[in-house]
């Protein structure tokens, strides 16, 4: 079987948008060994590997459960005590004079400095709006990893169906390309006797159309093989210098076609990363709830403080200065009151959290009909596959028939052209079937949330 693995055009015009660091360079580098030829041999399981590592989507989202293990750390560093250094300097020019009862007096002293300066430490003892954000904090993690798992799913589909595509392409084309090579064939050999004159030239033109008209679909099947390959390039984020081959066909799939592999009536949605990020979001809503709720509980706090001040200093020799010291321990009871905001915030966030509910309800029902419909998709590919597959049989006798029909003069050119037709739609189909079923297992994984691939790839 033909596969096509040399550089085109496309894939040059690719490169403009396929720029990664060295580092990402160095690893698939390791990971993408040309063989003899100068192709990388490629497998499923290897380019959702690379794409795990190296797809720029997967990157941000590990990127984003960074971020929120910082703001979960930045939560509960707010229970540690703080400390301030603070310190002012003032020059007096003409102090105020404040004067009673015909009397005056000068509040302070003329072309004068004063310092002060102070040492703080703040402590919370009692701070509910900061434990329910360190809850929330939690929360909002495990939501970032869900949507991590989220990203990875959705690309190990897209991949795969991508992968899937590439066979198919490849398999369109060699089914083509070899119906092509066989009208050749034909017409050379009624083109033969027509010179003898042991044919009609009717029949010499209708082999040459036939010919002819296989040109188109072939040069379409080998564009078809550049932009899936381009496709799947892009998903696994490689640049489109790298240029790798896939041996293999659909019809090695054959065997994964088993009916009756899932049960739908114990079909189970628990793992489906929609309704996980949905009733994560919902358990965010009930936290910041709670978080609003602090807004009416009372804070405590301790502060200590060192203070040390000099007055009235007409120099700025500061070794020479009378200073003053004081040291205090405050308990600091903050008791909220009354505001109004506070009632209009939680009200909205209940709504909030109903609403979700229903959503969370409506797509649950949804994803079930979604898994219900790929499961119908792949048995009625199993169907269809051992059906086509009979097919191609009958199609491939009967154009032996018509060939041996024509060559004794049983049989007209129309026939043999019609049979050999057939053969080509018979093998397309089948391919296509079988490319169909693995399509809809490739979505059905994703509904059900299936993460064998990355929980292989994070070892």
């Known amino acids: 079987m033909k596969k096509f693995c040399g550089k085109n055009a496309v894939m040059t015009v690719a490169a403009a948008f396929l720029v990664t660091c060295p580092a990402m360079l160095c690893a698939q580098d390791m990971r993408l060994v040309p063989d003899a030829d100068g192709n990388v041999p490629l497998t499923l399981d290897k380019a959702i590997e690379i794409a795990l590592a190296d797809n720029p989507t997967i990157i941000v989202a590990d990127q984003q ?50 310092w002060n300066g102070q040492f703080q430490i703040a402590l919370p003892v009692y701070a509910p709006a900061v434990y329910a954000t360190m809850n929330l904090t939690k929360t909002d993690l495990m939501n970032a ?29 060699d089914v083509l390309q070899k119906s092509y090579e066989q009208s050749s064939r034909n017409y050379q050999l009624i ?20 010919m002819r008209s296989m040109q188109p679909p072939v ?8 932009l899936a390959k381009l496709q799947l390039k892009v998903l696994m984020g490689v640049t489109s210098d790298i240029e790798f081959c896939i041996n293999d066909s ?13 049960d739908i009536d114990n079909m189970s949605l628990e793992d489906n990363t929609s309704l996980r990020q949905l009733k994560l979001n919902e358990k965010l809503l009930q936290q910041t709830l709670k978080l609003q709720r602090t807004s009416f509980y009372p804070t405590l706090a301790l502060v200590g403080s060192y ?29 909220p009151i009354y505001k109004a905001s506070n009632f209009t915030k939680m009200k909205s966030t209940r709504l909030q959290i109903n609403q979700l509910a229903e959503t969370r309800r409506y797509t649950e029902e949804q994803l079930a009909v979604q898994a219900r419909s790929y499961i119908d998709n792949m048995n009625a590919s199993i169907e269809q596959v051992a059906s086509n597959k009979e097919a191609v049989k009958q199609a491939d006798k009967g154009y032996e028939i018509a060939k ?10 129309l026939e043999l052209n019609n049979s050999e037709i057939s053969v080509v739609s018979a093998k397309l189909t089948y391919s296509q079937s079988i490319y169909d079923y693995l399509a809809a297992k490739a979505d059905l994984d994703k509904v059900l ?5 990355i929980m292989v790839n994070e070892r």
């Open 65 to 114: 459960i960074q971020l929120k293990e910082i703001s979960r750390k930045e939560a509960w560093q707010a229970l540690l005590p703080s400390a301030d250094l603070s310190g002012t300097v003032q020059y007096t020019a003409l102090a105020a004079e404040m004067k009673l009862n015909g009397q005056s007096f000068k509040m302070g002293k003329d072309d004068t400095y004063t």
């Open 145 to 173: 990893v869900e949507q991590s798992r989220s990203s990875k799913l959705d690309l190990i589909n897209q991949v795969t169906k991508a992968y899937y595509m590439l066979i198919l392409a490849q398999d369109s084309y």
């Open 191 to 210: 083109n033969n006797m027509y010179e003898l004159g042991g044919v009609s030239e009717y029949d010499k033109i209708s082999s040459e159309v036939q």
């Open 219 to 226: 040069i379409s099947a080998r564009n078809a093989i550049n």
């Open 250 to 262: 659909l019809q090695n799939y054959e065997d994964q076609l088993v009916p009756g592999i899932i």
């Open 307 to 335: 203070a040390f001040q000099s007055l009235y200093n007409d120099n700025l020799r500061l070794g020479n200065y009378d200073w003053g010291k004081s040291s205090s321990i405050v308990l600091s009871l903050s008791v």
């Open 404 to 413: 041996k029909r024509y060559a004794i003069g049983g049989g007209t050119i």
């Open 449 to 453: 949330g299936r993460d064998d691939l």
